[in-house]
């Protein structure tokens, strides 16, 4: 039982590039979540989603898209990198009907 | 709009002591509060969960109280170890129907040997 995973754990864009983040959990929960970390500030959440095949925003949004084709896993696009999109990023995943959230060991991305 | 605010600066407290970590939030009415830990460079991990109708919860050497009067939150942990050292967010849920969390910046705790 691996839990929340995250792919990759580390990357590094020039600006304009695109890349996709992948969040598989094996837990069978129906919410995940993206949630971006940077210093100082709280989690702010990106995008989430209730179920396959559907998703909805967050806080901040704006740059970012993804989908949830499967039930274990939920990609965050980003389609054209800005130096703004350099974060922690976090994925999580919960139960319906319960309150707690598992998280992945999260991505760092360096945009240039 | 709605906020939480952690002291942001780190506390540091001597091994053995009680550290005391504080959440207030503004604008809300949560039906819950909740308290993760996170080490650097890991994901947060769920602590503990005190609803509104709740005084204080309980864990092992963990304690978390709720005033929603005050709207405020304590976290404690007694006989601190250094291995308590980390960061501990407070995250509330506003039972919306996306179910996600809104969380505060964090305060590092520094529990010193």
């Known amino acids: 039982n691996a839990g929340v995973t995250q792919t990759p754990k580390f990357r590094v864009l020039k600006t304009g590039q695109s890349m996709t983040l992948l969040c598989a959990q094996d837990m069978n929960h129906e919410y995940m979540y993206w949630y971006r970390q940077d210093p100082g500030m709280g989690l702010r959440l990106i995008h989430y989603?209730?179920?396959?095949?559907?998703?909805a925003k967050g806080e901040v949004p704006d740059g970012y898209n993804v989908s949830r084709l499967k039930k274990q896993n939920f990609l965050l696009g980003l389609e054209s990198a800005a130096p703004s999109q350099t974060s922690v990023y976090f994925c999580a995943s919960m139960r319906a009907l319960q309150e707690t959230q598992y998280f992945g060991p999260g991505t760092r991305l360096l945009v240039l | 709009s709605q906020k939480i605010e952690q002291n942001s600066e780190a506390l540091n407290i001597q091994e053995g002591k009680t550290a005391t970590l504080t959440c207030n939030y503004t604008n809300y009415s949560p039906a819950y509060l909740q308290w993760y830990r996170q080490d650097p460079g890991r994901g947060p991990v769920f602590l503990l969960l005190i609803r509104e109708n709740e005084k204080e919860k309980r864990k092992e050497r963990l304690k978390v109280t709720f005033d929603t009067t005050l709207k405020q939150s304590l976290f404690h942990i007694t006989a601190s170890q250094p291995a308590d050292s980390a960061t501990y967010l407070c995250?509330?849920?506003?039972?919306?129907?996306?179910?996600?969390?809104?969380f505060g910046s964090g305060t590092r705790l520094q529990v010193q040997p």
């Open positions: 989603s209730v179920g396959e095949g559907t998703t």
């Open positions: 995250a509330l849920d506003m039972f919306t129907g996306r179910r996600a969390l809104t």
